[in-house]
């Protein structure tokens, strides 16, 4: 099994080269345009109008962005691709909000803010299954991140939902029966199997080009219960109309039609039967006042330092923030500053200056001192 290091490169170095393609993913055919518009009107549904900290997790190119800068939010970004965070303050201009956006570039397991810093957490990238092994980390830390009775909003790829979205792909590239002969090596059997949480391995020769988890509902309810979240909502997204586009550009031409398709999308979405078929599921959690028992025990004095991971060096200065024990249990109290190396490869958000404390904006977040900053 891959390290989560590797795994993240490999997410990066992927997505790095795919910006395009990401911002395209829900445009074009109606029944993409359907599921775009159903997981806006869930999170235009769950968060509250009004000022405040929310962190869009896997923003990518900034797809749903402008949904959440139109609650009247400030927003932090925060993704694993600098390319993705570019493209994403190129499209948004100060009119649709960009003034109140920040830009990070951190893995979602190691946040490098403050606990209780935002109001609400939106990822809807998978960003779950992308995190394979680390997915109850990465909870744990949105749940860290997130304030007591704060909202997270993700969209999770169940079984069944994946495995159709597989099969549409090999069709529309003719390679379905080549599929459909030996399901086994595509991995589809071990998918689709009877577990709350099954997973994909990386073997990118078998069309396995990420390692990623998916969970059916109940396993979904597991891991955020464990983090200290709630469950308040679900819906499947597009159990109707997903993959069918003769269904969906019929509805599409007439604004009424599209309407009703949508209300009868969110109604038949939230059926127990649905919840896994259609374009996967989406769900609304609130955080807990209390923490869970079974949440992981918090990691002692966090402090946040710029580190830069070997597989992330590539000749050009890049940042890295992690989250870091500034002592090891055990070990006598020792503090870890940044090397002067780490210090000038870090990329600051807008607004930093060169040789000042780095800060979000007015987020609560551990001070950098850093000789010299980048903005992205």
Same mark, same amino acid.
């Given at each position: 099994?891959?390290?989560?290091?590797?795994?993240?490169?490999?997410?990066?170095? @992927?997505?790095?080269?795919?910006?395009?393609?990401?911002?395209?993913?829900? /445009?074009?055919?109606?029944?993409?345009?359907?599921?775009?518009?159903?997981?806006?009107?869930?999170?235009?549904?769950?968060?509250?109008?009004?000022?405040?900290?929310?962190?869009?997790? #896997?923003?990518?190119?900034?797809?749903?962005?402008?949904?959440?800068?139109?609650?009247?939010?400030?927003?932090?970004?925060?993704?694993?691709?600098?390319?993705?965070?570019?493209?994403?303050?190129? @499209?948004?201009?100060?009119?649709?909000? #960009?003034?109140?956006?920040?830009?990070?570039?951190?893995? +979602?397991?190691?946040?490098?803010?403050?606990?209780?810093?935002?109001?609400?957490?939106?990822?809807?990238?998978?960003?779950?299954?992308?995190?394979?092994?680390?997915?109850?980390?990465?909870?744990?830390?949105?749940?860290?991140?997130?304030?007591?009775? +704060?909202?997270?909003?993700?969209?999770?790829?169940?079984?069944?939902?994946?495995?159709?979205?597989?099969?549409?792909?090999?069709?529309?590239?003719?390679?379905?029966?080549?599929?459909?002969?030996?399901?086994?090596?595509?991995?589809?059997?071990?998918?689709?199997?009877?577990?709350?949480?099954?997973?994909?391995?990386?073997?990118?020769?078998?069309?396995?080009?990420?390692?990623?988890?998916?969970?059916?509902?109940?396993?979904?309810?597991?891991?955020?219960?464990?983090?200290?979240?709630?469950?308040?909502?679900?819906?499947?997204?597009?159990?109707?109309?997903?993959?069918?586009?003769?269904?969906?550009?019929? /509805?599409?031409?007439?604004?009424?039609?599209?309407?009703?398709?949508? *209300?009868?999308?969110?109604?038949?979405?939230?059926?127990?039967?649905?919840?896994?078929?259609?374009?996967?599921?989406?769900?609304?959690? *609130?955080?807990?006042?209390?923490?869970?028992?079974?949440?992981?025990?918090?990691?002692?004095?966090?402090?946040? *330092?710029?580190?830069?991971?070997?597989?992330?060096?590539?000749?050009?200065?890049?940042?890295?923030?992690?989250?870091?024990?500034?002592?090891?249990?055990?070990?006598?109290?020792?503090?870890?500053?940044?090397?002067?190396?780490?210090?000038?490869?870090?990329?600051?958000?807008?607004?930093?200056?060169?040789?000042?404390?780095?800060?979000?904006?007015?987020?609560?977040?551990?001070?950098?001192?850093?000789?010299?900053?980048?903005?992205?």
């Amino acid at each position: 099994m891959p390290s989560g290091s590797t795994r993240r490169r490999r997410i990066r170095e @992927r997505f790095d080269a795919s910006v395009s393609r990401e911002w395209n993913r829900y /445009a074009g055919t109606a029944w993409h345009v359907l599921v775009r518009e159903l997981r806006e009107r869930f999170v235009s549904r769950h968060l509250s109008k009004g000022g405040g900290w929310v962190l869009e997790l #896997g923003p990518g190119p900034g797809r749903f962005t402008p949904t959440i800068l139109r609650s009247g939010a400030r927003v932090v970004a925060a993704d694993l691709s600098v390319p993705m965070l570019r493209s994403l303050g190129n @499209r948004l201009s100060s009119r649709s909000g #960009g003034a109140r956006l920040r830009r990070v570039r951190a893995a +979602g397991e190691h946040l490098p803010f403050e606990e209780g810093t935002f109001r609400a957490t939106i990822a809807l990238g998978n960003l779950l299954g992308f995190s394979a092994a680390d997915g109850p980390r990465l909870l744990g830390e949105v749940a860290r991140v997130t304030c007591p009775g +704060g909202l997270l909003v993700l969209d999770v790829a169940s079984p069944v939902g994946a495995a159709t979205d597989f099969l549409q792909t090999a069709t529309e590239q003719r390679l379905l029966l080549r599929v459909l002969r030996n399901p086994e090596y595509y991995f589809l059997n071990e998918v689709v199997r009877d577990a709350d949480r099954t997973r994909q391995p990386y073997a990118p020769k078998r069309w396995g080009f990420f390692e990623f988890d998916f969970y059916t509902t109940r396993g979904v309810d597991k891991v955020l219960a464990q983090a200290g979240f709630r469950p308040v909502d679900r819906m499947a997204i597009a159990p109707v109309g997903a993959y069918r586009d003769r269904l969906t550009t019929t /509805a599409r031409r007439d604004r009424t039609a599209w309407k009703s398709l949508l *209300v009868l999308e969110e109604r038949a979405g939230r059926r127990s039967g649905t919840l896994e078929t259609g374009h996967g599921f989406v769900v609304a959690a *609130v955080r807990s006042r209390a923490r869970s028992r079974r949440r992981p025990r918090a990691r002692p004095a966090l402090k946040l *330092v710029p580190v830069i991971p070997t597989e992330f060096v590539s000749g050009q200065p890049i940042s890295f923030h992690e989250a870091v024990p500034d002592r090891v249990p055990g070990s006598p109290s020792r503090s870890r500053p940044p090397s002067r190396t780490a210090c000038r490869a870090v990329r600051a958000l807008p607004g930093a200056s060169p040789g000042r404390s780095w800060n979000v904006g007015a987020i609560p977040c551990s001070n950098i001192s850093c000789t010299t900053t980048e903005r992205l």
